[in-house]
């Protein structure tokens, strides 16, 4: 018997620490852990102990004789990681989390964001005797795109929340939702109740493709249109207009295939899942039957995973096929997965609902009067499509009072500590971690890595006494809020919220059942 990690891998590593043999691999300082796609357990050198089971907070590892029917062929993909022989080391690696000295002051950080990266950083201080944290987000909501980007039908990667609400209910964290740095409080005011503030804000915004016709009614951009089907309440009152028969996604990421998925899907299964209900009606009224996902270079640059690609092709009622020329196929390597789904898939539509990887194809223009109505490929002319959804990336917003590089859409930093472009000192007491730090790269577990490095450099500025002490106090800072915003939501708030959405989702078979507008989650978290 051997255990597997299946797909849903966030790749967080939780469960490299506990394994006695070491055998799940790549693992932090591995030289591709990185790059790769999610973590391995070598069959040959596992000994069924069962114990990074329990680690894993997305559940993606299973016995082997457990191991679901869908995921059936995980059991190869991880012994394949392994076939090359390569000499890993086992010698056990254990995250040692920096201690604060027994004499030190309490040190009081603000973390901006509950994404991912926020709530890692949280963590990592938070479990250090002596700290105080305090998290602030926009959203009534908590959590990032953990809530608002990954798909409804990936449930199992959801689960990171709970792990994470464990963290924001600790007693030395305070939670401030629903205000927004920046208008509601600044990033000074933060620093002068706080020794140091961390910005986790992810990218929020779409990047633009700098065609005409990119803001006819029709098309939108991916992050908006996730937020739409994930409930969001800033797009709650989206109108997606899905009347045509074909829509145009473009780029070849995992979000493209995301979206591609959750239009083609089919939508009594999203009915079982916390899919916006706005969106799952909009859905069961689509008439859209095929979905073009346009991708500028040849096959060879496929951006998504293997996973999310074998997904695509394992839908069900929906075929998929590719376009490109012939030759373009002929020399993929046979050892990448990614590579043998596209040769298996049709290159000829059968008539049926279909999902098609046209490859090659460089986007010149969206056309249409009122709103979209085909989208010009360059050299292919143009392909009808009532709804385009440009899925090329994304980028960070600047915070008022902090530098901003706007090249690369990230803070400028070193290992986290925010600098000031002029003379590339750090800014006292600033700090950075997740998308806003690094760019728009990586899944949930990347986040890890790089809050703990963020961390790591505040407390060694906090020990060698390089922060500054808060004027005022914790209370103050409360009051403060108070007097600001009167609608802030605590964790208690949010915990009422949540209650609320399972309740009324376990009625309806379904994980829970979004409350998508802003209003009413202020309503049901005042408890009111
Ligand atoms: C559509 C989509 C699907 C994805 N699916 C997966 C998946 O299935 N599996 C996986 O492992 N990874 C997935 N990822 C990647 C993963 O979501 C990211 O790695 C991760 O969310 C980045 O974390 P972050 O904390 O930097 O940003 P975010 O998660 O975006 O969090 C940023 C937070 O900051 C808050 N914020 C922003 N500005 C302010 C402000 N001024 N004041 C207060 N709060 C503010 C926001 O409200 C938000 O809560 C997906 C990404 C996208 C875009
Ligand atoms: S079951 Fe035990 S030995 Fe096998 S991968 Fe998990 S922790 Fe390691
Ligand atoms: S999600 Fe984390 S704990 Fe689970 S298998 Fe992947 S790396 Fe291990």
């Known amino acids: 018997m051997t255990f597997v990690i299946s797909q849903g891998c966030c790749r967080d590593a ?10 799940i691999r790549p693992r932090p300082g591995d030289p591709e852990f990185e790059t790769a796609e999610q973590l391995y357990i070598d069959p040959a050198v596992c000994i069924d102990c069962g114990a990074c089971v329990e680690e894993c907070p997305v559940d993606a590892i299973h016995p082997d004789h457990d191991l679901p029917a869908e995921l059936s062929g995980y059991l190869d993909v991880n012994a394949a990681h392994f076939a090359s022989g390569a000499d890993y080391d086992r010698i ?9 000295p027994e004499a030190a002051e309490e040190l009081r950080v603000a973390v901006i964001g509950t994404g991912p990266a926020a709530c890692y950083a949280a963590t ?6 002596g700290t105080h944290v305090t998290v602030l987000d926009r959203q009534p909501a908590p959590f990032g795109l953990v809530r608002s980007g990954v798909a409804p039908d990936h449930p199992r990667t959801k689960l990171i929340a709970d792990r994470f609400a464990s963290v924001l209910s600790r007693s030395n964290v305070d939670c401030y939702f629903n205000v927004h740095v920046g208008t509601d409080v600044t990033v000074a005011e933060l620093l002068e109740h706080h020794h140091a503030v961390i910005v986790a804000t992810g990218a929020q915004d779409d990047r633009r493709l700098g065609i005409e016709g990119e803001d006819l009614p029709g098309s939108h951009g991916a992050k908006d249109f996730v937020a739409w089907y994930n409930g969001h309440p ?13 829509a145009v996604v473009i780029g070849t990421g995992n979000v493209a295939l995301d979206v591609a998925r959750i239009l083609m899907r089919d939508p009594e299964t999203l009915a ?15 008439n859209i039957r095929e979905v073009v996902i346009v991708g500028r270079r040849g096959p060879e640059s496929i951006a998504c995973s293997a996973g999310e690609l074998e997904e695509l092709a394992k839908l069900p009622g929906v075929e998929l096929t590719v376009t490109c020329p012939p030759e373009d196929l002929e020399h993929l390597d046979p050892g990448d997965r990614r590579f043998r789904v596209l040769t298996e898939a049709a290159r000829e539509p059968s008539g049926g609902k279909r999902i098609d990887l046209r490859f090659r194809s460089v986007p010149e223009a969206l056309n249409g009067t009122d709103r979209v109505e085909s989208i010009t490929l360059a050299g292919q002319g143009e392909l009808a499509a009532s709804l385009v959804v440009r899925a090329i990336g994304f980028s960070s917003q600047p915070l008022a009072g902090l530098p901003f590089n706007a090249d690369k859409g990230i803070l400028p930093n070193e290992r986290g500590r925010v600098l000031e472009p002029e003379t590339g000192e750090p800014v006292a007491g600033v700090y950075c971690t997740g998308w806003v730090k690094r760019g728009p790269t990586g899944v949930i577990g990347s986040n890890k890595v790089c809050a703990e ?3 790591a450099g505040l407390l060694e500025d906090f020990v060698s006494g390089r922060l500054v002490k808060p004027l005022h106090t914790r209370e103050e800072f409360a009051a403060l809020m108070a007097g600001r915003v009167p609608g802030a939501v605590g964790f ?6 949540d209650e609320t959405e399972r309740e009324r989702g376990a009625e309806s078979g379904r994980p829970r059942l979004k409350i998508v507008t802003k209003q009413e989650m202020l309503t049901v978290a005042s408890g009111r």
Request: proline share 6%; with cysteine; net charge negative.
């Open 453 to 455: 490095e963020s961390v």
């Open 234 to 246: 800033d797009h709650s009152g989206d109108v997606v207009d899905l009347s045509g028969e074909r």
């Open 124 to 129: 990592e201080l938070a479990t250090n005797r």
């Open 14 to 23: 939780s469960c490299v620490a506990v394994c006695p043999v070491q055998c």
């Open 272 to 286: 079982r899942t916390d899919i916006a209900e706005p969106a799952l009606q909009a859905l069961r009224d689509s």
């Open 92 to 100: 056990p690696v254990r995250h040692v989390r920096p201690r604060l």
């Open 492 to 497: 208690d708030g949010w915990r009422r919220i």
